[in-house]
T-cell receptor
């Protein structure tokens, strides 16, 4: 079973920030939080990951709560091309890690 | 810098047949994982290869087998195809001991 829970769907107005929540209350100390997105059943695209500090890259920001039990992916200025299924995954650093995907959040960006 | 490439992109097979899917990892990567994604669901881990050995396996029957070659490319073989094997098969590559994996565009398999 997936170790994360996400809302099944969200809408966001174009140009506004999209905030996608993820709950991972059973996360272990050596597990990272990863975010991927999948557009039209293409291969999942890596977005960002973090351990305990907030992270930002050219695509998004990742905010992880201090207790690490939840996180939020922020797309600062959503565009229509950001419409996709977003997956939050926790993965450890054991060397033979497998990603366990949940059903993700289907984000629809509205014009 | 080439990303993960998979072939073929689409194929149709008949029940009982066998299929081979191929994957070339991202340049510099040495570890390949395979995932199955049924329509409307998240990807499910099949297995992972490193140093030409299967390192970890998900909950898939022995009909699913794989191989990794010295150049790090990989094949996924599925024998005795069932209708339920119809899915998008995703290959992902990474550096061993590094979490971040990168996916290819997948191979769509339809079993009729």
């Amino acid at each position: 079973d997936a170790k994360t829970t996400q809302p099944p769907s969200m809408d966001c107005a174009e140009g506004r920030a999209a905030n996608l929540p993820c709950n991972h209350s059973t996360i272990s100390g050596n597990e990272y939080v990863y975010w991927y997105r999948q557009i039209h059943s293409q291969g999942p695209q890596y977005i960002i990951h973090g351990l305990k500090n907030n992270e930002t890259n050219e695509m998004a920001s990742l905010i992880i709560t201090e207790d690490r039990k939840s996180s939020t992916l922020i797309l600062p200025h959503a565009t229509l091309r950001d419409t996709a299924v977003y997956y939050c995954i926790v993965s450890n650093t054991s060397g033979t890690y497998k990603y366990i995907f949940g059903t993700g959040t289907r984000l629809k960006v509205l014009a | 810098d080439a990303g993960v490439t998979q072939s073929p992109t689409h194929l149709i097979k008949t029940r009982g047949q066998q299929v081979t899917l191929r994957c070339s990892p991202k340049s510099g990567h040495d570890t390949v994982s395979w995932y199955q994604q049924a329509l409307g669901q998240g990807p499910q881990f099949i297995f992972q290869y490193y140093e030409e050995e299967e390192r970890q396996r998900g909950n898939f029957p022995d009909r699913f087998s794989g191989h990794q070659f010295p150049n790090y490319s990989s094949e996924l073989n599925v024998n005795a195809l069932l209708l339920g094997d119809s899915a998008l098969y995703l290959c992902a590559s990474s550096l061993f001991l590094r979490n971040t994996i990168y996916f290819g565009e997948g191979s769509w398999l339809t079993v009729v």
